[in-house]
């Protein structure tokens, strides 16, 4: 019997709408090809065009409106004439923190040695997923502004560690090593953040006393940092704070081909609310509406998706299409020194679908 799933669909700014319906055609193909699943996509037009016409970056009742549905597929946010911190608090973390998606999944794999800048790096070495905490730290937004444009001005950001929120975490990444029999590396800055840091540490190893089969590691961040560059094979697991998590995985998708590739998922592990899957190279209004966007990552979350619903098998054939894809070379978009459109790599991925 076929399931069909309810996708929300947000492409968003810039170039999301492009990539994300490159990620509706293959999902569209896969669904075509397997009688387990279909899809029945409805389509949201939040973002900051709609900010400009409304004065709000979705509707009042969105976060309603979204709990019906099974998943969300969400392109870009952010635009020229719309502040940074609207664009993102408004819609992006207002979704993430409504939906509870504490759970923040960037895959860091190496598809084709050519797409990795290092020089003679193999391509067993770069095979990493990040489990970054997506709910506290640094993105809490708690703080204060004193003294507002006086000499005396004052700026305080908290970052909010609670023990539900970093022990969920930690124990999540634990039992994700655990099952895929790969080693979890820890993250932190415990020598210089004395508490938020040290605090993170001291949960790492309580957690890690119920899983003594699991191979651990922790580095200071800074450490992490060269580690990635000059040793990436150092890491197979790693869990990390929110702020932390979003430096390394744009550092780690430089090392795997650029922001082109580079997916993410914020899941909601107890499936009380839908998850969120997303490309998260941005809405690069530089590009927008040309044609040559790079869909991959658009692409890779949506297999993403397909693992979070069970078809994981869909999700490797699909992520098996982009590895192909990216082998052949003849199909790229100009970020890759390439000159096919973004629509030409859509349609060549579905291609590959119907061999793969």
Request: charged residues 25%; aromatic residues 10%; proline residues 4%.
């Amino acid at each position: 019997m076929t399931r069909t799933y309810k996708i929300a669909v947000i492409p968003g700014d810039g170039i999301g709408p492009e990539v994300i319906n490159e990620g509706v055609k293959a999902l569209t193909k896969l669904a075509e090809t397997d009688s387990r699943f279909d899809f029945d996509f409805t389509y949201f037009p939040w973002g900051c065009e709609y900010y400009l016409e409304h004065g709000k970056m979705m509707a009042e009742d969105g976060i309603v409106q979204l709990k019906e549905f099974d998943a969300i597929y969400l392109g870009s946010v952010g635009y020229p004439g719309v502040p940074d911190h609207i664009s993102l608090w408004d819609l992006l973390l207002k979704i993430r923190k409504s939906f509870d998606q504490y759970v923040n999944l960037r895959p860091i794999t190496l598809l084709h040695e050519n797409m990795c800048p290092l020089k003679n790096d193999k391509k067993d070495n770069i095979d990493m997923l990040v489990i970054r905490e997506n709910s506290e730290g640094e993105y809490a937004g708690a703080g204060d502004w004193l003294y507002k444009g006086q000499k005396e001005e004052v700026v305080l950001q908290t970052g909010v560690f609670s023990r539900k929120g970093t022990e969920r975490i930690i124990r999540y990444a634990y039992e994700t090593a655990k099952s895929e029999g790969r080693s979890l590396t820890s993250v932190s800055k415990g020598n210089a953040l004395n508490y938020s840091m040290v605090f993170w540490d001291q949960i790492f190893e309580e957690v890690g006393k119920e899983f003594p089969d699991v191979q651990t590691q922790s580095y200071l961040v800074d450490a992490a940092s060269m580690f990635m560059v000059q040793q990436p094979e150092r890491f197979e697991i790693v869990v990390t704070s929110n702020l932390f998590g979003d430096i390394l995985t744009d550092l780690g998708a430089a090392l795997a081909g650029g922001l082109g590739l580079a997916a993410g998922a914020n899941i909601n592990p107890e499936r009380r609310y839908p998850s969120m899957f997303e490309p998260v190279h941005g809405s690069a209004p530089d590009i927008a509406g040309k044609g040559i966007a790079n869909p991959l990552a658009a692409v890779w979350s949506a297999s993403q998706m397909l693992d979070f619903l069970g078809y994981d098998d869909q999700g490797k054939r699909l992520l098996k299409a982009i590895e192909r894809l990216l082998i052949d070379g003849g199909c790229l978009t100009p970020d890759m020194g390439g000159q096919a459109s973004t629509a030409d790599v859509g349609s060549r991925i579905v291609e590959y679908l119907s061999i793969v």
